[in-house]
């Protein structure tokens, strides 16, 4: 048998390709909508794909099922509880898919989602009664398990799929044996769990041990448990979730048109009629200087979860962009299904160098300079947009938390006759803050270099 794991850091994703040696024939599972990682590890392993299989209808990002179906005609698998627009394999218990030496046996595994599945795999080469390990998608973690509150904008109740959840975990996953591997489909970071640990593979065993939610406890206590402290989830969860039982057009064709050169007079006539303008560029150089109105999502932090959480679905979105990297920028959105891309501004911010009542800058202060300014008689408004368990923690005195996700609701909170001084944990957050508050019409607007983790590196105080 031939394994691999492909592990995508920014949406913390985990996905699979199990193949044969004998017949070279492989299976996908999970796939993220960029597939060409796992065609060259085809390629390379002279292995054909010709099954895919999502354990559920991810929410956190658009699967690639239909881009091996269109590309290599592979054939698609979901629990049988699904409901898609597209032609699919409906699978559940007793379901088993071979090939060669190796056997994809299916138990249904419902409580994040209603149609989870996890995926027991057997390389027969090896045993033909012990598996080598199990696919458990978003069922099982390192660590953690699936939260059972994703689907309640679709209808269904956290206590009904965390009773699901607590089902399938006792009397199909904890009966495999203890020297089982665990292989989630997602990593620490991720905002489909809350406790996920680093590793990332496990144990049935381990995790029958370390797991916090697999201790012995009743159901009720386990549905309290799981649903306890979850961080909110984006709004474009549901979205996503969605989108996986659409018939999409694929990835190729999207960035096909995505990637359109537009000239700063068409920018601005998008910007006009309404278009959001993303620059992802990074938050220093975006503070230097940047188009009016146009929003911070750097790529280099978690741009793609941001993207789809502060950007408005409905309208067309312009990339700007350091040269270069105009395809990344637009397919990491299309990995979350935000494709409506109008094009890229040709040339980038050079393209404003003639052009400077058309640019803003955004102060980035030290820690140090801010704590001087914050003890002035006129004192800026101190906001804090990280998420409240994080305040909880450790914030700086006087401030105001409005977390990043609700500012554009909120920011009538904010006064209107003082500077705004923001922070976040490093200042990715903050750079994202501090271009809408901007776009929302306020002016002096400031942030501290490097967040809380650098005022309290200049030694300065925080409340706990």
């Given at each position: 048998?031939?394994?691999?794991?492909?592990?995508?850091?920014?949406?913390?994703?985990?996905?699979?390709?199990?193949?044969?040696?004998?017949?070279?024939?492989?299976?996908?599972?999970?796939?993220?909508?960029?597939?060409?990682?796992?065609?060259?590890f085809a390629?390379?392993?002279?292995?054909?794909?010709?099954?895919?299989?999502?354990?559920?209808?991810?929410a956190?990002?658009?699967a690639?099922?239909?881009?091996?179906?269109?590309?290599?005609?592979?054939?698609i698998?979901?629990?049988?509880?699904?409901?898609?627009?597209?032609?699919f394999?409906?699978?559940?218990?007793?379901?088993?898919?071979?090939?060669?030496?190796?056997?994809i046996?299916?138990?249904?595994?419902?409580?994040?989602?209603?149609?989870?599945?996890?995926l027991?795999?057997?390389?027969?080469?090896?045993?033909?009664?012990?598996?080598?390990?199990?696919?458990?998608?978003d069922?099982?973690?390192?660590?953690?398990?699936?939260?059972?509150?994703?689907r309640?904008?679709?209808?269904?109740?956290?206590s009904?799929?965390?009773?699901?959840?607590?089902?399938?975990?006792?009397?199909?996953?904890?009966?495999?044996?203890?020297?089982?591997?665990?292989?989630?489909?997602?990593?620490?970071?991720?905002?489909?769990?809350?406790?996920?640990?680093?590793?990332?593979?496990?144990?049935?065993?381990?995790?029958?041990?370390?797991?916090?939610?697999?201790?012995?406890?009743?159901?009720?206590?386990?549905v309290?448990?799981?649903s306890a402290?979850q961080?909110?989830?984006?709004?474009y969860?549901?979205?996503d979730?969605?989108?996986?039982?659409?018939?999409?057009?694929?990835?190729?064709?999207?960035?096909a048109?995505?990637?359109?050169?537009?000239?700063?007079d068409?920018?601005?006539?998008?910007?006009?009629?309404?278009?959001e303008?993303?620059?992802t560029?990074?938050?220093?150089d975006?503070?230097a200087?940047?188009?009016?109105?146009?929003?911070?999502?750097?790529?280099?932090?978690?741009?793609?979860?941001?993207a789809?959480?502060?950007?408005?679905?409905d309208?067309?979105?312009?990339?700007?962009?350091?040269?270069?990297?105009?395809?990344?920028?637009?397919?990491?959105?299309?990995?979350?299904?935000?494709?409506?891309v109008?094009?890229?501004?040709?040339?980038?911010?050079v393209?404003?160098?003639?052009?400077?009542?058309?640019?803003?800058?955004?102060?980035?202060?030290s820690?140090?300079?801010?704590a001087?300014?914050?003890?002035q008689?006129?004192?800026?408004?101190?906001v804090?947009?990280?998420?409240?368990?994080?305040v909880?923690?450790?914030?700086?005195?006087?401030?105001?938390?409005?977390?990043l996700?609700?500012?554009?609701?909120r920011?009538g909170?904010?006064?209107?006759?003082?500077?705004?001084?923001?922070?976040?944990?490093?200042?990715?957050?903050?750079?994202?803050?501090?271009?809408?508050?901007?776009?929302?019409?306020?002016?002096?607007?400031?942030?501290?270099?490097g967040?809380?983790?650098?005022?309290?590196?200049?030694?300065?105080?925080v409340?706990?």
């Open positions: 048998m031939i394994f691999q794991q492909f592990y995508l850091g920014c949406l913390a994703h985990a996905s699979y390709l199990v193949g044969d040696e004998e017949t070279r024939v492989a299976a996908v599972v999970d796939p993220q909508r960029d597939i060409d990682r796992y065609v060259s390629n390379e392993h002279r292995l054909e794909i010709k099954h895919v299989f999502l354990t559920h209808l991810h956190d990002f658009v690639g099922h239909l881009e091996f179906r269109n590309r290599f005609g592979a054939t698998y979901l629990g049988k509880s699904a409901k898609a627009e597209y032609a394999v409906p699978v559940g218990d007793g379901h088993v898919i071979q090939f060669g030496k190796v056997r046996a299916v138990l249904e595994t419902p409580g994040h989602t209603v149609e989870s599945v996890s027991v795999v057997y390389d027969l080469a090896v045993s033909e009664t012990t598996p080598q390990g199990v696919l458990t998608g069922t099982l973690f390192v660590g953690d398990v699936g939260r059972p509150d994703l309640v904008a679709l209808g269904w109740s956290a009904d799929l965390g009773g699901m959840l607590y089902d399938s975990l006792h009397t199909k996953v904890l009966k495999l044996p203890d020297t089982a591997a665990v292989y989630p489909a997602h990593g620490a970071g991720s905002l489909c769990g809350k406790a996920i640990r680093q590793e990332r593979t496990s144990t049935i065993g381990m995790e029958r041990q370390t797991n916090y939610a697999l201790q012995p406890m009743t159901k009720a206590a386990f309290d448990l799981v402290e961080v909110e989830a984006p709004d969860f549901t979205y979730a969605v989108l996986n039982t659409k018939e999409l057009p694929s990835l190729s064709e999207t960035l048109h995505e990637l359109t050169p537009l000239s700063l068409r920018v601005l006539e998008l910007q006009r009629a309404d278009a303008i993303i620059d560029r990074d938050p220093t975006f503070a200087a940047h188009l009016t109105g146009s929003v911070n999502i750097g790529l280099g932090g978690q741009y793609a979860t941001w789809g959480t502060i950007l408005r679905r309208r067309p979105l312009v990339i700007v962009t350091d040269p270069g990297r105009e395809r990344e920028s637009a397919l990491r959105l299309g990995r979350i299904g935000l494709d409506k109008a094009g890229y501004l040709e040339g980038g911010l393209s404003l160098d003639a052009h400077a009542g058309l640019t803003r800058s955004t102060q980035r202060v820690a140090a300079v801010a001087e300014r914050l003890r008689d006129r004192a800026p408004a101190l804090d947009v990280r998420t409240p368990p994080e909880s923690k450790k914030a700086i005195a006087g401030s105001v938390n409005i977390p996700a609700h500012l554009v609701e920011v909170e904010i006064p209107a006759n003082r500077p705004v001084l923001v922070y976040c944990a490093g200042g990715y957050r903050s750079s994202i803050a501090s271009s809408l508050l901007q776009r929302a019409g306020i002016d002096d607007v400031s942030e501290i270099a967040g809380i983790t650098a005022w309290e590196a200049a030694a300065l105080p409340r706990t």
